[in-house]
């Protein structure tokens, strides 16, 4: 009895001390932005300017979310990923002069986007080589591994996709992110591609074995059985649908969870960069930020919100959140003149978010011009 009291303390004792390190980490997030956030991604193609990068940006900005894991390759020696960068010097130095100059750094991870349309890679450890059966699925059981380059670009989708449902892809990408944050100097972790592919890439077989193991209904059967509304009615077809897409958003934030649990220990903010309006992330694309936010799964999310006009995208945020001052504002350089840059930056500063994210430092490279859109 004393040796099962004293688990159920230490237990208890545990979920704690987690629930009071997310606590401190949301304060410390709104102390940190109570000033101006100004944000910047930094790609891995940029990263040959590695030695120059903090001199560009002439201290215009205060975070830069620096590509350090992009279409299954870390930018860094990995224990777990193939490497394009064997020595890690560079990343040290560079988070050291970061921080000499109060920049924060976080560590941006593209997570489930495994590979685009460049002629795929013979690296043997590589997931597309090593685990072909961790690819999402359409709504026939055919693995996203089997589509052409011209089929995926015919669906507007940017290549290939990790099954998030996977548990082994799971346990990959998490001991990928622990691994950046136990040995590196980051203040974050930024998740990029946090998401299907589209809404037809949801039908891999994990996905659907764990819905079945609640509701004893294969989903496939939900689109290629024409028997179902004879069985369950329209209706019951519906509601089925319904519960089955829920289940699957509901799955991808158990993984957001699971996430926060490897970060939020190593004393680092989880942010995410997400598809701009609200209703089409979680209908099309499952990724429920909205809730991430409210729930304190993350720490703050940056709007993808490219475009030559953001008022009513910066309307429909206001709606879905809480607290506008976990949201940075993306704003893709590379639509923009300098001037409509200025012009959106007025527009973000006009209302309670926490400030904005330049995309990207290529175009701030290019043309310094845009450096002056922030004054």
């Not at 040796?3 to 303390?9: L, P």
């Not at 924060?104 to 991870?109: E, G, H, K, T």
């Not at 890679?121 to 026939?140: F, G, K, L, Q, S």
Request: net charge neutral; aromatic share 16%.
């Amino acid at each position: 009895m004393l040796t099962m009291s004293w688990r159920t303390n230490y237990r208890q004792l545990t979920k704690l001390l987690f629930c009071i390190q997310l606590v401190v980490g949301v304060f410390l997030i709104v102390l940190a932005f109570a000033t101006e956030f100004r944000g910047v991604w930094v790609p891995r193609w940029s990263l040959n300017d590695r030695n120059e990068i903090l001199t560009q940006l002439d201290g215009a900005f205060n975070h830069i979310f620096l590509q350090v894991y992009a279409l299954g390759y870390a930018y860094y020696p990995s224990q777990y990923a193939p490497s394009k960068i064997h020595n890690d010097a560079w990343l040290k130095a560079f988070l050291k002069e970061a921080h000499q100059r109060n920049i924060r750094v976080s560590a941006w991870v593209n997570l489930f986007y495994s590979w685009g349309f460049a002629p795929r890679t013979a690296e043997p450890i590589h997931p597309i080589n090593m685990h072909p059966n961790w690819y999402v699925a359409d709504a026939r059981g055919r693995s996203m591994l089997d589509y052409s380059i011209d089929e995926l670009r015919q669906l507007s989708s940017e290549g290939y996709y990790l099954a998030p449902s996977n548990a082994q892809v799971r346990s990959y990408l998490c001991a990928v992110v622990n691994e950046i944050v136990t040995n590196y100097d980051f203040d974050g972790v930024h998740l990029d591609y946090v998401r299907y592919p589209r809404r037809s890439f949801i039908y891999d077989v994990y996905v659907r074995s764990a819905f079945m193991k609640h509701y004893y209904i294969d989903p496939l059967e939900l689109t290629t059985n024409r028997s179902m509304p004879e069985r369950y009615g329209l209706w019951g077809v519906d509601s089925l649908t319904e519960a089955w897409h829920g289940f699957v958003a509901d799955d991808l934030t158990a993984f957001i969870r699971e996430l926060r649990s490897v970060v939020t220990p190593r004393g680092a903010v989880l942010s995410v960069a997400v598809k701009p309006q609200y209703e089409e992330a979680q209908n099309h694309y499952f990724q429920d930020w909205p809730t991430w936010l409210r729930n304190n799964y993350v720490d703050f999310v940056c709007l993808m919100s490219y475009g030559t006009s953001i008022s009513s995208t910066l309307q429909q945020a206001l709606r879905a959140v809480d607290e506008p001052e976990r949201v940075m504002v993306g704003i893709g350089l590379y639509l923009l003149t300098p001037q409509q840059v200025q012009q959106q930056v007025g527009l973000v500063r006009s209302q309670p978010f926490a400030g904005v994210v330049f995309f990207s430092y290529d175009q701030l490279k290019k043309n310094r011009a845009y450096l002056n859109t922030l004054k």
